[in-house]
């Protein structure tokens, strides 16, 4: 007998912890030096793509994971790729934090419909119109690229 034969094991659980520290990873790894705001933004954004599948993905994770969409989990010449944060973090706590009141419902989304988002240290991407411009916080700038009408 293994030690998995001996532990029973609730798959659906070890899954949905696995999204949030996941979720918390990319919003550390991409918004770590925003306020809780942005973190929160950040989080909504991704969300916001999970409750509209698409061509970026059908679940948080495969949203996550898609290539080139978010660079600090996707991209072998990003630097965040491979920065992890310690336990003792405050940023760690508070993307962790954000991360689960997102999950669970508790915070409100403060980008309503955007499914995009840029760091203002870049040039904007092509995408960044006016018209599809939801909201800037800190250095992010959240847009809504398939054009889904705010709640």
């Excluded at 029973?8 to 990873?25: C, G, H, S």
């Excluded at 919003?27 to 306020?35: H, Q």
């Excluded at 698409?54 to 996707?74: A, E, F, I, P, R």
Aim: hydrophobic share 40%; proline share 8%.
């Amino acid at each position: 007998m293994t030690l998995y034969e001996e532990i029973p094991m609730d798959v659906t659980k070890l899954n949905e912890m696995a999204e949030r520290v996941f979720l918390a990873l990319v919003i550390w790894r991409e918004a770590r030096g925003e306020s809780y705001v942005g973190k929160l933004a950040v989080a909504h954004s991704i969300l916001n793509r999970v409750n509209r599948p698409s061509w970026w993905g059908n679940d948080l994770l495969s949203v996550l994971w898609k290539k080139w969409q978010y660079s600090s989990v996707t991209d072998p010449k990003d630097l965040q790729l491979t920065r992890w944060p310690l336990a003792s973090d405050p940023t760690w706590n508070s993307s962790l934090l954000a991360a689960c009141e997102t999950l669970d419902g508790i915070s409100p989304n403060p980008v309503q419909g955007a499914d995009s988002y840029y760091d203002i240290s870049i040039k904007p991407p092509y995408w960044a119109t006016p018209e599809t411009l939801v909201r800037k916080i800190g250095k992010l700038v959240f847009h809504n690229l398939d054009h889904d009408p705010k709640p």
